[in-house]
């Protein structure tokens, strides 16, 4: 099985002879930029109200994989498709889902992208391809075979992102799925988003196996690791991804190295690894540090074109938390409606 | 000794079969394992091999033959150094005691009942006054006796060929042609984009069949049978059911489920559970389970087109049954509308599924003690039509439900409640819940028997309410 391994040596600062993204246009790189910095900052805004009590119950923050949906992201295509586990928040940002109707959902507001009624795991835009927002560990994985399914069926030409975590790796459903998906030829690009710990259990503690996407060679289907600290990395691992699955060569594997900087949700005890750790990931391998070096060393941008892009970002964010907070909680008829379909629903 | 070759049950609920094909002629010598004939049932056609060696001496049941019962003798096997003359001492042989028992305890079903105004009816229980019926199709209407299993293949076919994005998967639902030989034929008509045969993965598939609804396909997903859905359970409430709730209305799964649900004959505990009561009690699903071949065909249509997902549970040994069905290019049955099976004054007993079979039955025997039982059959369990329940009971005061699931849960516990909630000042006597017993499936012959719900148990329940 051919497969390929990228470099995951660390930031971004190597000793590369060309300066790193010095072939990529500048637009395209502060476009990185803005884009995870608009994840961060919304959801160290949701954190905040999540301390406020504005926002109840789970909240899974996204914080340090930044570079994982917004480097997808810019190798899929209008019309692609993506589903997720509850870890949303990024994946719908990085999508172009309105960060006011992704925060006044978090707040349970009729605002919401789910009229208040999903809350922050369980959010859709048929407008944006998102579809959800799964709280079940591992079954949105067979869903997102099952969208490629439907592509295929349609002959659409559309490619789905199928994501989910180490923890999610060692479920049944997923091998199921992937055998299925592998036989059928379907166009769709597992991610796994190895961000080391499924809620506090290690990956070391989960499993022997060295790598998790190799087993999907066990299906023939092909793969490969990515440092997922690296936008670009992961744009370019992407672009193969999809290219393969556009090919009708069927599905592939994206095991994409990151790193959850916050708790598994809000009430993370923290106990199952130590500061430092973190800490060090912060310093040395931060998805946004990175590309704002390669920024600023490759002369793409000045100091204060990034606090210009900041500050728009600021804004952004504010807006969609004053947003939320303003935005009526749903009338109580809403207890009672969408609970059956009185029409076929119509595919975007 | 000559020995006698006995018409084969080759499936736990085959009574009969086709004799196909002989594969061997008289005189031919056969060995253990040879084939000797493809004898079709039911479910499907299949080889028949020799167990004992030895010269076939005659043949008694011509190729081409139907409805060969089980355990009749269908060729004479001689052994070495015997000749035709030891053919008439072979009669000595054919007793096969615990085969002829099997049979006995095989499920004897009642004739199947024909809705007695539609014009072709044959009327075979018509001792009772003719039960009239909610009309589901215009009187006059050409009908069409067909089995259950023909009628589902029928639905599903209309209706594939109504939209392209009607799809099949499962397992063995192509090329097998079935485990139950309900999607026989379909390959062929639709090929194997929209007949998918899947790996055993029950989990796996029923995400994707999801997914594929999420993506704008009609999927329906066959379980070999309802026992399998287990395995995909958080798939069929937790993706399929919850999704238009959580999206705010965006995007749900327009999309059937279906198989034979409950117990069939002697097939033990793991494959012989009544789903209807777990999956009733799920808002954003839709449970259907017919009796009829009508209702089966027309509820599937319904239940295609339905934009929720939709549970239909079929009953194997209702795939053989025959009833009348209309002739017509577009015949549908809404879904949540029940039907009043039989008229009557006295008791309302209310079922759904096959225990529409002991309901009837009970009906019919009460009659003859002159208690007139209106029969209600649900149909649809989720939504439940409590509207015809409650006005049923305004006019007789008295309910008895009917269902082979277990007691704790039941449909007819539900039933109770809404009766005791919304028709309290109606009711005569206590509503009585007839079930399956307390117990998993057994397999012995006779335990199995008392393990269901029988036809004087309901009779007894009646009894009890009218104090009779």
């Known amino acids: 099985m051919a497969t390929r391994k990228t470099s995951d040596t660390g930031p971004a600062k190597g000793s590369n002879p060309a300066p790193k993204g010095s072939n990529i246009p500048a637009d395209e790189l502060k476009h990185y930029y803005r884009e995870m910095l608009l994840i961060r900052r919304f959801e160290e805004k949701a954190g905040q ?300 | 000794m000559a020995t006698e070759i006995l018409m084969p049950a080759l499936s736990p609920t085959m009574e009969e079969g086709t004799l196909a094909k002989w594969l061997v002629k008289e005189g031919d010598t056969v060995a253990s394992g040879d084939i000797l004939a493809e004898i079709e049932t039911d479910k499907a056609t299949m080889e028949f091999e020799a167990v004992d060696e030895g010269t076939v001496g005659k043949i008694l049941i011509d190729e081409g033959t139907e409805g060969v019962k089980v355990n009749t003798p269908i060729a004479v096997l001689l052994e070495e150094g015997e000749d035709a003359s030891a053919i008439d001492s072979a009669g000595g042989n054919t007793g096969d005691d615990a085969k002829a028992e099997v049979k006995e305890e095989t499920k004897a079903e009642p004739k199947d009942t024909v809705p007695a105004d539609s014009p072709a ?66 390959l062929d008509e639709f090929g194997p984009k929209r007949v998918v045969d899947t790996p055993i993965t029950e989990h796996g598939f029923t995400g994707i069949a999801v997914g594929a609804a999420f993506g704008g396909l009609r999927p329906i997903v066959e379980f070999m049978t309802f026992n399998f859905a287990m395995q995909a359970m958080d798939q069929i409430i937790n993706s399929a059911a919850k999704t238009l709730y959580m999206s705010g209305g965006q995007m749900g799964a327009p999309m059937v489920f279906r198989g034979p649900n409950g117990a069939a004959a002697r097939v033990g505990a793991q494959h012989s559970q009544d789903y209807a009561a777990w999956f009733m009690q799920i808002p954003g699903l839709k449970v259907v389970m017919p009796y009829s071949a009508a209702d089966a065909k027309g509820l599937m249509k319904s239940a295609i087109r339905d934009p929720n997902p939709v549970i239909f549970l079929e009953n194997e040994i209702l795939y053989g049954r025959s009833f009348e069905v209309p002739v017509m290019d577009d015949f549908t049955i809404p879904l949540g509308k029940a039907r009043i099976a039989r008229e009557g004054t006295d008791v309302t007993i209310v079922s759904f599924g096959i225990g529409m079979t002991y309901a009837l039955e009970a009906a019919e025997k009460l009659a003859a003690d002159g208690i007139e039982a209106e029969v209600i059959d649900l149909r649809t369990i989720r939504p439940m039509d409590t509207d015809a329940i409650i006005e049923s009971v305004k006019k007789t005061n008295r309910c008895v439900t009917v269902e082979e699931g277990w007691p704790q849960g039941s449909v007819g516990g539900y039933i109770s409640t809404v009766l005791m909630q919304e028709a309290f000042d109606h009711l005569d006597a206590p509503v009585i819940n007839c079930t399956g017993k307390d117990v998993p499936m057994p397999y012995a012959a006779n335990l199995e028997k008392h393990a269901l719900v029988t036809t004087d148990e309901v009779v007894e329940a009646v009894r009890k309410v009218t104090y009779k």
């Not at chain 1, 859709?124 to 399914?149: C, R, T």
């Not at chain 1, 606090?307 to 004053?322: L, M, P, R, T, Y």
């Not at chain 2, 009772?128 to 009309?135: G, H, M, V, Y």
């Open chain 2, 121 to 186: 009816a044959s009327s075979p229980a018509a001792a009772a006054p003719k039960p009239p019926r909610t009309p589901d199709w215009p009187e006059g209407t050409e009908t069409k006796t067909t089995t259950v299993r023909e009628a589902l293949r029928d639905a599903m076919a209309e209706e594939m060929r109504r939209e392209d994005n009607v799809f099949l998967m499962g397992e063995e639902v192509g090329e097998y042609q079935g485990a139950y030989k309900i999607s026989q034929g379909l």
């Open chain 1, 49 to 348: 109200l999540y301390g406020m009590g504005l926002i109840g119950g789970f909240c899974h923050l996204y914080i340090g994989q930044e570079a994982v949906v917004v480097g997808l992201e810019a190798a899929a295509e209008e019309g692609d498709k993506r589903v997720t586990s509850y870890r949303d928040h990024g994946h719908m940002l990085a999508c172009g889902m309105d960060p006011k109707g992704v925060m006044a959902e978090l707040t349970g507001r009729e605002g919401g992208y789910s009229k208040g009624k999903g809350g922050s795991m369980h959010m859709f835009s048929k407008e944006k391809h998102f579809y959800g927002g799964h709280g079940i560990v591992g079954a949105q994985v067979p869903i997102g075979a099952g969208l490629a399914f439907a592509d295929k069926y349609l002959e659409n030409g559309r490619v789905t992102f199928s994501y989910f975590g180490d923890g999610a790796a060692n479920q049944g459903q997923v091998y199921e799925t992937y055998n299925m998906a592998q036989l059928w030829d379907l166009p769709v690009v597992f991610v796994i988003e190895n961000n080391q710990y499924a809620m506090g259990t290690s990956v070391q503690r989960s499993t022997k196996s060295p790598s998790l996407w190799e087993r999907g060679a066990a299906y023939g289907i092909k793969g490969e690791e990515v440092d997922g600290m690296d936008v670009l990395a992961v744009k370019e691992a992407g672009e193969r991804a999809v290219k393969h699955c556009r090919e009708g060569k069927g599905p592939y594997i994206l095991e994409i190295k990151t790193y959850r900087y916050r708790g598994h949700s809000m009430s993370d005890p923290a106990k199952y690894r130590s500061r430092e750790e973190v800490q060090k990931m912060r310093e040395e391998r931060d998805p946004i540090e990175q590309i704002r070096q390669v920024l600023l060393s490759g002369q793409h941008a000045t100091e204060d074109d990034l606090k210009a892009i900041d500050k728009e970002i600021k804004e952004i964010v504010n807006e969609s938390a004053e947003f939320s907070k303003e935005s009526p909680e749903p009338a109580l008829e809403e207890l009672w409606t969408d609970i059956y379909a009185k029409e076929a629903p119509q595919e975007a």
